[in-house]
């Protein structure tokens, strides 16, 4: 009979809670349970964590195997739960001494082949361990830097379930190939791809959240321009009317141009929503400007205010926050 726990964090819309990751091993036929109010893609980690363990050249233990999430009442959700059930069950099979295990929350999916690949959310999770109390995070490497953002944490980055092992056994850490840049989410790189960093399948309808305007490379239209200087200098919200063509959406897509930076709190909240929706840009862990998102004239209410089925995607609204939401209905 073995026993071992470690920590991982579920997201409930754009916050995390911290969820124990308990194995238990006795004798019996083998089987393995994991209970916890898993959804569907955590339930299938079962499969994911079991051929990661073998094909990292570890010893799948041929016994009654119970995985439980704690607390039982609060729904898990994702992939993300992987690395910390892979090695809950390694501690509970004494491969890894279980005490180690105890004080680290571990973030990330696992390949087949035993590869630690990124999933969403990874600073609102970190951020929920910082304030739990942990000091040990362990997430998939290409996600270290984007951690490394919560002060006060120690972050490691992992290629692999095989370096993870080595450095918790104090074995030599084997050399693995670095994770092709720029592919943190397949699904979601594909939309970014769209245009403009176009955004569709995340909440059921099109629209647009991107930046790079200047509101110093527009040449005349004066009394506009006062009109979009005094509302980003007060915090006010701004009507644009005028025929198509008049430079509404000139104007409005340049209005983060002259908007404060944001300060460190503001970054942290920002770029935690933007990790939730899988949107933040590859090498840029941080943002520090204020977003904009013009939602198209056809986005359902999803597509706006969030939702989806499943965990909860930010909308628009979320996506805008500390900046600029530009509702344009000249189309309708």
């Known amino acids: 009979m073995g026993f071992a726990r470690t920590c991982s964090v579920t ?4 916050e995390g809670v911290v969820v124990e990751v308990q194995a238990d091993l006795e004798p019996g036929v083998a089987a393995f349970t994991l209970v916890g109010l898993p959804d569907k893609s955590l339930t299938e980690s079962r499969d994911r964590v079991r051929a990661a363990v073998v094909n990292s050249g570890g010893e799948w233990p041929q016994k009654k195997l119970t995985v439980g999430l704690s607390p039982a009442s609060v729904p898990k959700a994702g992939s993300g739960f992987d690395l910390a059930v892979a090695c809950a069950v390694l501690g509970a099979s004494e491969r890894i001494d279980p005490r180690v295990l105890s004080d680290i929350v571990m973030i990330g999916e696992l390949g087949l ?8 959310g990874i600073l609102p999770a970190v951020l929920a361990a910082a304030d739990a109390g942990f000091e040990q995070v362990v997430v998939p490497e290409c996600a ?13 980055g992992v290629r692999s379930l095989r370096q993870l092992v080595a450095v918790l056994t104090d074995e030599p850490v084997p050399d693995e190939e670095p994770q092709e840049p720029d592919r943190p989410d397949p699904l979601m790189a594909g939309l970014r791809d769209l245009g403009g960093g176009a955004i569709t399948g995340m909440s059921g309808g099109p629209g647009r959240c991107d930046q790079g305007h200047d509101l110093a490379d527009v040449v ?5 321009r006062t009109a979009v200087e005094v509302a980003a200098a007060g915090g006010h919200h701004l009507f644009l009317e005028g025929p198509p063509g008049a430079g509404k959406t000139m104007l409005a897509e340049r209005m983060p141009s002259i908007l404060p930076p944001l300060d460190r709190q503001a970054s942290l909240e920002v770029t935690a929503v933007h990790s939730v929706a899988g949107l933040l840009p590859p090498g840029r862990p941080l943002i520090d400007t204020a977003p904009y998102c013009a939602p198209h004239h056809s986005a359902t209410m999803q597509a706006l205010v969030g939702g989806g089925p499943g965990t909860a995607r930010p909308g628009a609204v979320s996506l805008s926050h500390r900046g600029v939401l530009f509702l344009d209905f000249s189309d309708c």
């Open 11 to 14: 997201l409930v819309g754009v």
């Open 220 to 224: 005349g239209q004066h009394t506009a």
């Open 113 to 120: 082949d035993g590869r630690v690949r990124p999933v969403r």
């Open 144 to 156: 270290a830097a984007e951690a490394a953002l919560v002060p006060g944490v120690s972050v490691l």
